[in-house]
């Protein structure tokens, strides 16, 4: 899948994978402010994204853990994902992501 990935500098990247997860991409390919400090067992959320709100329906929300430690995040919005905890696949095809911090 290709993922669109727009950094807080306003600078696009576009990475593409087949599997993993959203955050290895972003760090095997240094998107800044994406630094996956806890390895992607999500309690750190140094891989907080904000999800473009058109590709919402394709990324689906949080889960619980995830919503849990969003709360902890003072730029979460409704958009807000954890990319540690979103799998490549298909699915994700095309979608954008801002860097949240
Ligand atoms: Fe730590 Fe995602 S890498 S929460």
Known sequence: ?????????????????????????????????????????CSCATCHVHVAPEDWAQTGAPGDMEKDMLEFDDNASEFSRLSCQMSISDELDGITLKVAN
Request: aromatic share 2%; hydrophobic share 45%.
């Open 1 to 41: 899948a290709k993922i669109n990935f727009i950094t807080k500098a306003g600078v696009e990247m576009q990475l593409e994978a087949a599997s993993g997860s959203v955050m290895e991409l972003a760090v095997n390919n240094s998107v800044p402010g994406i630094d996956g400090d806890c390895g992607g067992v």
